[in-house]
Nanobody, 122 residues
Framework: VQLQASGGGLVQAGGSLRLSCAPS????????MGWFRQAPGKEREFVAA????????FYAESVKGRFTISRDNAKNTVYLQMNSLKPEDTAVYYC????????????????WGQGTQVTVSS
């Protein structure tokens, strides 16, 4: 089972990117999904999460109002729309799936994908 994150790239401050996470090997429509990020020399940090149905979302304070997490269970895909990007958003972004857990604790998620690099220039 793998989670494939895509959509990263280089963008100027104030710009936008949309990340996608598409699991392979199984359907994740019954899983809660999260996005995390890790900047060089820093710990992995929570960004956003969405419950299995898409009815509940959670965000880190640092991205609230700028980022939006969503999911399309018919396409087995989770998205992270990132607007008003700042240089401090530069990091490798990871998606994660949790069968029973949704929240900020990375270790409680069951599956992780390879990250996608997001670089925001000033």
């Amino acid at each position: 089972v793998q989670l494939q994150a895509s959509g990263g790239g280089l963008v100027q401050a104030g710009g936008s990117l949309r990340l996608s996470c598409a699991p392979s090997g199984r359907t994740f429509s019954s899983y809660h999904m999260g996005w995390f990020r890790q900047a060089p020399g820093k710990e992995r940090e929570f960004v956003a999460a969405i419950n299995w149905s898409g009815g509940s979302t959670f965000y880190a304070e640092s991205v609230k109002g700028r980022f939006t997490i969503s999911r399309d269970n018919a396409k087995n895909t989770v998205y992270l729309q990132m607007n008003s990007l700042k240089p401090e958003d530069t990091a490798v972004y990871y998606c994660a799936a949790g069968r029973f857990y949704i929240g900020e604790v990375a270790d409680r998620y069951d599956y992780w994908g390879q990250g996608t690099q997001v670089t925001v220039s000033s």
